[in-house]
């Protein structure tokens, strides 16, 4: 029998993993973007990821799919600080 409440939530991790996506695609396509090879990786590994989200069978998957998903997030929303570190 599903489970309901897992299916639930896997359908909105599955748009939050491409809420984030968005972001990446934001970054690595805009006009003065001089993105890194690793962010247009982790862009690619993100959307393949984005797609397994929602065969996701129990409450563990769905609590590692949200740390997965918070880390993605935390790198994209901090690239900046990223890259300003790595230019030192």
Do not use: F, H, W
Not at 61 to 87: C, P, R
């Amino acid at each position: 029998m599903p489970n309901y409440l897992v299916t639930a939530q896997a359908e909105v991790l599955y748009e939050k993993a491409y809420g984030i996506l968005a972001k990446y695609a934001k970054y690595t396509y805009a006009e003065n973007s001089n993105a890194p090879d690793c962010i247009r990786k982790i862009e690619d590994e993100l959307s393949a990821y984005a797609q397994n989200i929602v065969l996701c069978k129990d409450q563990t998957e769905i609590d590692d799919v949200k740390k997965n998903l918070a880390v993605y997030e935390n790198i994209i929303d901090n690239i900046d600080v990223l890259s300003s570190m790595g230019s030192k």
